[in-house]
């Protein structure tokens, strides 16, 4: 069964850090490019970042320079470092994995393939 499985979720006070791990079974990332979404409360799901097979990255606006993603293909691995939260981070956030050719960089805005079912992350004093 192809399974991803978010954790690494939490409370943490503004500024602090969290690291957010994604795991897969059933199937190898290195095949793959690796998408964090977060959806907040009453708002719509919204592409954090992703990593291409190569390793590119892209980040959305509101989380560049705080937020690393990263592989580990050996442990079949993404992880996602949030630094210097706010309390608008706060969301439940999600992995999600899309088959693409090796070369090539990454979106959020495509239709991916296999999601997790989420890990809360909340920021507030």
């Known amino acids: 069964q192809l399974q991803l499985v978010e954790s690494g979720g939490g409370l943490v006070q503004p500024g602090g850090s969290l690291r957010l791990s994604c795991a897969a079974s059933?199937?190898?990332?290195?095949?793959?490019?690796i998408g964090w979404f977060r959806q907040a409360p009453g708002k719509e799901r919204e592409g954090v970042s992703c990593?291409?097979?190569?390793?590119?990255?892209n980040y959305a606006d509101s989380v560049k320079g705080r937020f690393t993603i990263s592989r580990d293909n050996a442990k079949n691995t993404v992880l996602l470092q949030m630094n210097s939260l706010k309390p608008e981070d706060t969301a439940v956030y999600y992995c999600a994995a899309l088959r693409v050719p090796l070369f090539g960089g990454c979106r959020t805005d495509m239709k991916y393939d296999y999601w997790g079912q989420g890990t809360q992350v909340t920021v507030s004093s």
């Open positions: 990593i291409s097979r190569m390793g590119s990255t």
């Open positions: 059933g199937f190898t990332l290195d095949s793959y490019g």
